[in-house]
């Protein structure tokens, strides 16, 4: 099959490659009809992710039709059309019954590697990385689903791809982050990132009774669809003070929430990024953490800062004197997406959210490298790219 591969920093190729396999009873194989680019496989393809090999299949955000099942898959069928969750999950661990999907103890077959890095493994992965597994991804034209009774939804056929692919990472990452805020009706919640998680957040905290949303971001095309569709208060970074700016705009107090949809490799302004631009350079520090420091000055005291943003190891000059002597609450985590998945779904079909509304390009998945390339640098008006395999 044809498989979009990671051979280095910026450097992706579709080759050929072995077809995936049942290895376990509860193996499905899928063949893929979507798959997208998500804004944390760039962390990928700029290398500042430890632990990726050459050849490895990226992708994380796929949906197809089941083709083969293993002997022990009692949920799916041949020829079920499904979305896959990103997080790999047994459904019987300790987490796992308390729907806590992203952190199963049992999915993780290096969870040795990550544990040296984080403290504790995660969730497997699909095609992020050997710190989460090792696993192939869906940026491909099949994919090998382990626990395929526990991760996969299925999707009704008046559905185009389109109106349900993201349900497998951004969509429920972007919920889960405004969720994580104790939202109240008259609040105000600050979202740094317009990109797919962050415009999802915006749209999923007014879902949830916010009464402002102030969208943060410096590229155009993502402020205008942050005003213009998701119905946010923009500011540009590049323009304001963002903290000077919230401050003023929420009448001194801040915002009631704050998230972070950036990560590890935010943009900014100033002495403070310029720094953390040269110790990442000399990987000194893994992260760029502009966007969570914003957050954590800019939120109102014992206020909420969610934190949905990928971030991979180590970050400087974080100020937990502000978080503790605050009272600020930070919630943060890969997003346990089986928990949202149906609840979602539901919203879709009932017309609460359109998650095509982010879409801005469709290519064949032959077109992966250009899709990178645009992806990377916002060529073309670009926010979210969906590519599709030719069978």
Known sequence: ?????????????????????????????????STAICGSDLHLYNGVVPSMMQGDILGHEFMGEIVEIGSGVKRLKVGDRVVVPFPIACGQCFFCEQKLFSVCENSNPNAWLAEKMWGHATAGIFGYSHLTGGYAGGQAEYARVPYADVGPLVVPPELPD???LFLSDVLPTGFMAADACDIVPGAVVAVWGCGPVGQFAIQSAFLLGAERVIAIDHYQDRLDMARDVSHAEVLNFDEVDIIDALREMTGGRGPDACIDAVGMEAHGAGAGYAYDRVKQAMRLESDRPTALREALFSCRNAGVVSIAGVYGGF?????FGAVMNRGLTIRAGQCHVQRYMQPLLERIMNGDIDPACIITHHLDLDDAPRAYEMFKHKQDRCIKVVMHPKH
Do not use: Y
């Open 1 to 33: 099959m044809k498989a979009t591969c990671w051979h280095g920093a910026r450097d992706v190729r579709v080759e050929q490659v072995p077809d995936p396999a049942i290895i376990n009873p509860g193996d499905a194989i899928v063949k893929i009809s």
């Open 162 to 164: 389109d109106k349900v």
């Open 315 to 319: 970050s400087d000059k974080i100020s």
